[in-house]
């Protein structure tokens, strides 16, 4: 199964006693799923087919697409209901407005890269799309993925007592991610292009929401391409499975300058995610809210941080004004008002809040043993967190619960009441992510580390998409540096089928590599086509069989080779959480 329209058929009536009921409504418009026109003639959408939304533009010739989703069998499902329902005609261009994977991966499912070339297809994307796209589920990517299975809710079951969805849209699909490189880029703001007979005018918008972004106005049609700047929700600045933070100045900045430049003649706003807008009032209110939102965060942040309060102290204690507050919006069904509040701390002062007895804090575990022996026993906390849970106090009943349960990762008695806790803090959440982080870890609190199928970003076509100096990077990443710290290797690798040579050498724990160049005093050369070395990464055969085959040569020393290779680790995605 890719992706079940009818999964979240259960989001009807009223919200359930185990739900937020801010978040059952979110979810439930998040459900209607279907083709959408959203400009008479002009612009239509799909939505629902997959966590992102996919739009169409009527071109002079053909159907310009914008962010074909996660997956290439929903993107297919997708422009097959257009062709049917509306018009049937070819792709004249694609435009990905941003380099995370559930606006591109699905390309491949609505056109090849043979047909790009073919008809000379333009791929319009922002500047750094393809190198952010391909390499920001690589380098920190197992991590990365294993928790976005918490975020995205993929271990829960969805349903009154499991996952709603992600505030941000319904869920990933789990089918085949791919990737094609882009042809035009856009690095100005404003740039103009003439796209299949439309102009657009491109607004460029890196280090907010994504590392590479852009929006772009339809003069035609008066209509907005928002991307994922705006929204109705607010937006992550620090995203729970983990990345880089996002800067909401940037955010107030890109949207303010939108507000300028367009805000006067707007009648349509169309996004990445979620339902457009229509009328130029609404729009004009609809973008300074979620300006000032951003706005806000960021500059409370500065201001109380500038007065002296910590990082936890300025999350606790900020909410937004009403005037942003009470419109649905702006509120927290995927960021929330808490963890990015704590984003723009960490972006200007990291995680050390100054205090010095939080500068070398013992690990979980440790700590977790001497706060239940402090505490009398694990028996006297489980005791005293069973009369906070009946008193409704359940985030200090899973600060102390945690503690024992890293301290005694077999304390059954420990575990269910810290699943109970956060069990009842993911039926009140009013964040899709908080509430399935807090449904993750309390089913594997109960039942352990069940795998389940996930999405797989580092998919085929991603991993030989990849540029040969990331993938590079991504080796010395697997790099085991303690054992690599007791030999030194210098190698030099030629790939015939790619014109590519590069020499790498292993010392004081690291690895470096240089491209284009060969060492002299190299202990082997290695003769190797890339292709094959996507195969090795790709689990699809193993260097020594290649070897052995004839498929590698290497002129040398064979054992410093076998030796490089043995140092290379693998990850292991199930890892504990919850547990140590």
């Not at 083709?35 to 010739?61: C, T």
């Not at 690895?511 to 094959?532: F, H, I, K």
Request: net charge negative; aromatic share 10%.
């Amino acid at each position: 199964m890719i992706y079940d329209m009818a999964q979240f058929d259960f989001l009807k009536g009223d919200a359930p006693n185990t739900a937020n009921p801010s978040l059952w409504r979110q979810s439930k418009l998040n459900a209607i799923h279907g083709l959408f026109e959203v400009v008479k003639g002009g612009i239509y959408q799909i939505r629902g087919f997959d966590l992102a939304v996919m739009s169409f533009v009527r071109g002079d010739n053909g159907w310009i697409v914008i962010d074909p989703l996660t997956a290439n069998e929903t993107a297919a499902a997708g422009y097959k209901l257009l062709r049917e329902k509306v018009e049937n005609l070819p792709i004249t261009a694609v435009i990905f407005t941003h380099s995370h994977a559930d606006h591109f991966g699905g390309v491949k499912g609505i056109l090849t890269t043979e047909e790009v070339a073919a008809r000379k297809i333009p791929v319009i994307a922002p500047e750094g799309f393809f190198d952010e796209a391909v390499s920001e589920n690589l380098i920190a990517g197992n991590a990365m993925s294993r928790r976005a299975s918490y975020m995205y809710g993929n271990l829960l079951k969805k349903g009154p007592t499991g996952t709603l969805g992600s505030g941000l849209g319904t869920t990933t699909a789990a089918g085949t991610l791919s990737i094609v490189e882009p042809t035009v880029t856009v690095s100005d703001t404003p740039t103009t292009l003439k796209v299949d007979g439309v102009d657009m005018v491109f607004l460029n918008t890196p280090g907010a929401e994504a590392p590479a972004e852009f929006m772009f106005y339809i003069p035609k049609f008066k209509a907005m391409m928002q991307a994922e700047e705006i929204n109705h929700t607010m937006h992550n600045l620090y995203t729970l499975r983990g990345a880089k933070v996002r800067n909401g100045d940037k955010f107030a900045k890109y949207i303010n300058d939108t507000i300028n430049r367009f805000g006067g003649e707007v009648e349509v706003s169309f996004g990445s995610h979620h339902w457009p807008t229509w009328g130029n009032r609404e729009i004009v209110e609809f973008w300074k809210g979620q300006r000032d939102t951003y706005r806000y965060l960021h500059d409370e942040t500065l201001r109380l941080a500038n007065k002296g309060e910590t990082m936890t102290e300025i999350a606790e204690e900020m909410k937004l004004p009403d005037s942003l507050a009470k419109k649905f919006a702006d509120r927290g069904y995927y960021g929330s008002v808490n963890h990015n509040a704590k984003a723009q701390y960490q972006l200007y002062f990291g995680w050390f809040s100054g205090n010095p007895s939080q500068l070398h804090e013992l690990p979980p575990a440790a700590e977790g043993k001497k706060f239940v022996e402090y505490a009398g026993g694990a028996d006297a906390v489980i005791a005293k967190a069973k009369v906070d849970y009946a008193a409704g106090n359940y985030r200090w009943v899973a600060t102390a619960l945690n503690h024992v349960v890293f301290a005694d990762p077999n304390n059954m008695a420990a575990r269910k009441l810290l699943a109970d806790a956060l069990t009842q803090m993911g039926y009140q959440a009013e964040s899709g992510p908080w509430r399935n982080f807090y449904l993750s870890g309390a089913k594997e609190l109960r039942e352990g580390v069940v795998k389940a199928a996930v999405p797989d970003t580092a998919s085929p076509d991603m991993v030989r998409a990849l540029p040969l100096g990331i993938y590079l990077d991504y080796l010395a990443v697997l790099l085991n540096h303690p054992k690599a710290a007791q030999t030194e290797i210098a190698l030099n690798f030629v790939m015939p089928d790619v014109h590519q040579e590069f020499t790498l050498s292993v010392t004081n724990g690291v690895m470096n590599y240089t491209l284009g160049r060969q060492n002299n005093q190299a202990d082997a050369t290695v003769t190797m086509n890339r292709s094959l070395l996507d195969d090795i990464n790709l689990g699809q055969t193993k260097l020594s069989d290649a070897i052995q085959e004839g498929h590698v040569k290497i002129d040398g020393n064979q054992n410093k080779v076998v030796e490089f290779v043995g140092l290379l680790d693998k990850f292991d995605f199930w890892f504990n959480i919850v547990t140590p």
